[in-house]
C-alpha cells in the first residue's frame, strides 16, 4: 500500500496500473490545462477530461446524438467537494494495490477491480457512473479482499 505525498502529485493526472491494466486515473485538484482536454481514451466507455476555454469562448447550443452503445463494463467517477476520502483500488486477487487520500477537488475514476472508500474527514463527492442503475442487489458485488 502506498499513500502519495501531496508534493509530488501536483498539477497532473495520474494513472494507477497493475499488470498492465488500469485500474483508475486520479485528476488532482491543482491540474490546470489551457486547453479542453480528454484524458480517456476514444473507445472507452467512460470519456472524462477536463474544460478550458479563455473568456468570451461561446459553444453553440447543441444536443447529443442518441445513438445506441454496447457497455459492458461500468465505470464511476468521484469528484470530491469537501473533505477528505481515501480510496482503497485491489487486485482481482484481493490484494491491496494502493490508498489515494483524496481532497476538495479531486477526482479519481475508476476504471477497472474492486474498490472501497474510508471517510477520513466528513465528505460529500459527486458520484457519476454509467447507467441505467439496476438496484444494488444487480449492480454491486461484495468481495472478501486480503489485508
Not at 481514451?41 to 447529443?64: C, M, N, T, V, W
Not at 454496447?70 to 494495490?97: N, P
Amino acid at each position: 500500500m502506498s499513500t502519495e505525498p501531496a508534493a509530488n502529485r501536483k498539477s497532473r493526472i495520474e494513472a494507477v496500473e497493475y499488470n498492465g491494466i488500469k485500474y483508475a486515473e486520479i485528476i488532482w485538484a491543482d491540474l490546470q490545462v489551457e486547453e479542453t482536454t480528454f484524458f480517456s481514451p476514444a473507445e472507452s466507455s467512460f470519456q472524462f477530461g477536463l474544460l478550458a476555454h479563455k473568456a468570451g469562448f461561446r459553444e453553440p447550443p447543441h444536443y447529443h446524438k442518441a445513438v445506441t452503445r454496447t457497455i459492458d463494463d461500468l465505470q464511476q467517477m468521484f469528484v470530491v467537494q469537501r473533505g477528505v476520502v481515501a480510496v482503497q483500488l485491489y487486485s482481482d486477487a484481493g490484494d491491496l494495490l494502493r490508498e489515494i487520500t483524496m481532497n476538495a477537488g479531486d477526482a479519481i475514476v475508476l476504471i477497472h477491480g474492486v474498490h472501497a472508500i474510508r471517510v477520513i474527514e466528513d465528505m460529500q463527492c459527486i458520484s457519476v457512473k454509467q447507467g441505467p442503475f439496476m438496484g444494488t442487489e444487480n449492480d454491486k458485488v461484495n468481495v472478501e479482499v486480503r489485508s
